[in-house]
């Protein structure tokens, strides 16, 4: 007689699966920047980032095993203990992970989900808006560009326009169009994006607004 051996998935089978990730953070707060700029939102930040940003705000983020790994019903548990019903994911770089689960169950409970994402990695999951801010430190991934609702690209130094104007031309005719400062080099960017966004009115300007207000 074969006995069958139920073998329980490991912690790293789940989080391929996307039904375990690792989280560093998740707070409520004021989504500072972007479309949504001013509402209030549930941040789930995911641990893990390869993209290796050099004037990168969240380092800690980026070795992914330094984060509990969480199942997305605690995970979605949490954010419905607060009144809002807007998740960002972020991270990181949560597409690292496959986001249809978590996304799934968001939705099941009502919420409206929205991604920070360099597309450095396939699109996955189930977004309500997609912020795309590619990064120079490593190429997205093709299928983000019809994904995306919003380009928001981070403007370090002059040459930064070129590349925002490399994805302009990638992206779906409707997306919106953004340039944001980088926060350390705000003083010095900002007039020339104002001058830039004049000029070129198919862009907006998003600010670091949390930033000014002092809130995570
Ligand atoms: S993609 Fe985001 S988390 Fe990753 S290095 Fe760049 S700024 Fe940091």
Known sequence: MHTLDLVAPTTAELVAAGLQLPVMEAFYTIQGEGRFTGHPAYFIRLGGCDVGCVWCDVKESWEAAKWPVLSIEKIVEEALANPGRLVV???????????????QLLKE??????????????????FDWVCFSPKKFKKPHPSIYQKADELKVVIYNKSDFAFAEEHARLVNPVCELRLQPEWSKAQK?????????????????????????DIP
Do not use: C
């Open 89 to 103: 994911i972020t991270g990181g770089e949560p597409l690292m992970y496959n986001l249809d689960p978590l996304t």
């Open 109 to 126: 409970k009502g919420f409206t989900t929205n991604i920070e994402t360099s597309g450095a990695h396939p699109y996955s999951g189930d």
């Open 189 to 213: 960017m900002t007039p020339e994006i104002i001058d830039y966004v004049k000029s070129r009115p198919n862009w907006k300007i998003s600010l670091q607004t949390h930033k000014f207000m």
